[in-house]
């Protein structure tokens, strides 16, 4: 949280919402950054930051298990960013399983990853 710390402070809480699993996510995403997710169990926080652009905080909700989701953002993949947790930069989002079809990111039993998203 530390390194995530000055980028959450610019941010405004616009929503949240509790994709589960069972769920069509990519109909149950709305007002959010995400057009779709696959099928499981997210929290997705979702922000504006005060330079304008979205944020999106996906989290994994599962207590015991790694996700795997794949995901769509509403903006072309080379304009969003992920904030390393590591440093705090803003670095290209990566896909964690580039072999597969679609943007795969890998979440550890409950971990969140920060997203932005341009306006």
């Known amino acids: 949280m530390k390194n995530l710390g000055p980028t959450l402070m610019n941010l405004?809480?616009?929503?949240?919402q509790h994709v589960t699993p069972g769920e069509n996510g990519g109909k149950t995403v709305t007002n959010a950054p995400i057009k779709t997710i696959t099928d499981g169990d997210y929290l997705l926080g979702c922000f504006k930051h005060k330079d304008g652009?979205?944020?999106v905080l996906l989290n994994n909700y599962h207590f015991a298990f790694r996700a795997w989701p794949t995901?769509?953002?509403d903006a072309p993949l080379?304009?969003?960013v992920e904030v390393s947790p590591e440093t705090g930069k803003e670095k290209l989002v990566k896909d964690d399983s580039p072999a597969m079809k679609g943007l795969q990111l890998s979440l550890d039993a409950g971990q969140g990853r920060l997203f932005l998203v341009p306006p």
């Open 53 to 55: 652009r979205r944020a």
């Open 12 to 16: 405004s809480s616009t929503g949240v």
């Open 78 to 80: 080379d304009k969003v």
């Open 71 to 73: 995901v769509e953002f």
